[in-house]
């Protein structure tokens, strides 16, 4: 089944209470990056050096949608209106397409898609930190450090057919705990490494096995810091750009979704972080065109 795409900005980074504030400012510096791809394609083709193919490019495949309604000093409404935009482009049968804002957008994005859609809902979750604080003082509950165990709340997404990919270094054992709990799995950024990027997707699509309907959420800092500076927290031993793009190529015809956070103009280094964003995003709508879900 060939799809088309929306791509969506939400510049909200008021639930950013650690780390660096600034995602914000994100969508226009990836949509800015993206015109430069955006001219390479011809007669409705586009050259993909990386397969040695040429591959189709249809005139409707990203359609760029601007801005979600987001309300700066009111958390929940941000929430809301990134929920509406995930959902306006189901009801529209593209494929929605969300650059964040801080990692708040997680449950947002996923609530927008869950709502959209029957059966089970597996996420694909590529971040340095697990996302899953139940809720405390400074944070409150829908914070970017709770998206993930806000979503596994919603009542058709399944943790059984969920996996969390490039987490490292240290958490919470209350994260522990959870994960136990409701059984979701992880696949550390060690182990990556350890199975190169092959044998992490084959681990990948194995989870994801029997699931209705999945959506990719995507924290920059899943990727090291050396290759991606402009990121709301740095997490040392992460993966490369290289993989990551190779994950998208081989990943995005089994996700209905994706959305791409904690992107932050104000700590990249000449557009770094902001252009590899843009390449993720595009990857996954050339590779995606053709859905194996």
Known sequence: MSRSFDLWGVPFDGAATLGWPGSRYAPERVRAALQWMLMRPQNEQIYSIDTGRLLPFPNDLLRIRGDADVVAHDLMASLDACTAAVASSIADRRVPIVIGG?????????????????????????????????????????????????????????????????????????????????????????????????????????????????????????????????????EPGGLTSRQVQDCVRMLASRCEGLSIVEVNPLTDTHDMTAILAANVAFHFAIFGQESKA
């Open 102 to 234: 801080d990692d708040s957008l997680l449950y947002a994005c996923v609530k927008g898609f869950h709502d959209s859609h029957d059966g089970t809902v597996g996420i694909l979750h590529f971040d340095a930190h697990l996302d899953l604080m139940d809720e405390n003082r400074q944070q409150g509950r829908f914070s970017q450090s709770s998206g993930m165990r806000r979503a596994l709340e919603l009542p058709g997404v399944s943790a059984a057919h969920s996996i969390q990919v490039g987490v490292r270094n240290f958490n919470f054992p209350a994260s522990f705990e959870f994960i136990q709990s409701v059984g979701l799995a992880e696949l550390p950024a060690t182990e990556f490494h350890e199975l190169g990027t092959a044998g992490a997707v084959e681990r990948i699509l194995a989870r994801l096995e029997g699931c209705d309907h999945v959506w990719w959420a995507f924290d920059i800092d899943v990727v090291d810091p050396s290759a991606a500076p402009g990121a709301g927290a740095h």
